[in-house]
């Protein structure tokens, strides 16, 4: 790419507990490490509007020979599209990477909620805007293609930077991180390790954010149960188990959590839910096992079958590592596959 890369992330980037922020942060470093020139928009909502606002109205618009995006929950900003519409009628190539797709299922929308709403319809409006201005829209799996009806896509799931090395091993140690909302089975999974607790020694961590705390507080007396708001690289032992809790939904099925290749830069192996594009990634690499939605004796047989065989937990572990030998799953790869399509 001869001229500089604009990225457009909307997210603060400074918030370092959340996934949309980690994936940015780990496509910035790479097209750093990659030597590719870029300037970049981020930050909250006021500072993305002056941001934007300010390189409208420069003449240094035609510094950039392309635009990649990464599309937030709540849609763009009016400056923001003002500025896309600007490189569009210079026929910069604008490339767009949408992560959800919550506006597109009624369940979310909260009628209760006007800034729910209010977000969703500003999504609309920006997912509108992507099909008309983009060159290339990246989603994270085929199935989600298919729901948006989208002709002009790839598939850019999350991507593996390098991985984190915690020291020895916490036996019986089971670890979670994300959200507690309905998309994930929380409940069902805490109820299995309170069965566990039993039975062994175990000890379960979760990281998520203060917000989050109240739907899972009553756990907190648990001796064996620990919360904390820390970002995963503050993680100080070497979990056995990482979880990944879904409930069994149509979106539940089509989404790719960043938490799975997370779990892989924790050289962990993984227990995970039969949502298809989570355990079709699980199975092809043979990084974990998958056991049913809800189904509280699945995924108590398949946690203490992990933590209780060492055999099948060096097996699962050992194609950890092979996978992080994957180029194709690098952040790397998928930086270099953005540059070319906007260079095509």
Not at 84 to 100: E, G, Q
Not at 101 to 129: D, E
């Amino acid at each position: 790419m001869k001229n500089k890369l604009l990225i457009l992330a909307m997210y603060d980037l400074s918030v370092r507990n959340i996934a949309p922020a980690r994936r940015m942060r780990a496509i910035i470093n790479t097209f750093q490490k990659i030597n590719v020139p870029f300037e970049s928009i981020s930050g909250s909502r006021k500072q993305r509007m002056n941001n934007a606002l300010k390189l409208l109205f420069s003449k240094r618009t035609s510094d950039f020979s392309g635009v990649y995006i990464e599309s937030t929950n709540s849609g763009m900003l009016f400056s923001e599209f003002l500025l896309l519409l600007k490189f569009r009628i210079k026929k910069i190539p604008i490339s767009v990477y949408i992560r959800d797709i919550y506006p597109k299922y009624k369940q979310y929308w909260l009628w209760n909620n006007y800034r729910v709403i209010f977000a969703h319809l500003f999504w609309l409006f920006s997912y509108y805007v992507y099909k008309q201005m983009c060159k290339v829209i990246y989603v994270p799996s085929e199935l989600m293609a298919q729901k948006l009806s989208l002709e002009n896509y790839k598939i850019l799931p999350p991507g593996f930077s390098s991985s984190i090395e915690l020291g020895r091993v916490k036996q019986n140690s089971i670890f979670y991180a994300g959200g507690t909302g309905p998309q994930y089975d929380i409940e069902c999974f805490l109820l299995v390790c309170e069965k566990l607790s039993k039975e062994l020694d175990i000890s379960v961590t979760f990281f998520c954010r203060k917000n989050e705390i109240k739907k899972i507080d009553k756990w907190q007396s648990e001796s064996w149960f620990n919360i904390h708001h820390k970002d995963l690289e503050q993680l100080d032992f070497q979990p056995q188990i990482a979880v990944i809790p879904l409930t069994n939904s149509e979106y539940g099925n089509l989404a790719f959590p960043v938490k799975l290749i997370d779990y892989v830069s924790i050289n962990t192996p993984m227990i995970v839910s039969n949502s298809t594009v989570t355990k079709n990634f699980v199975n092809r690499h043979k990084i974990g096992l998958v056991a049913d939605s809800g189904n509280m004796e699945d995924y108590y047989t398949k946690t203490k079958v992990i933590l209780e065989n060492r055999e099948l937990y060096t097996e699962l572990l050992s194609n950890v590592y092979d996978l992080q030998k994957n180029p194709e799953i690098t952040w790397e790869y998928k930086c270099k596959q953005i540059i070319k399509d906007l260079s095509s």
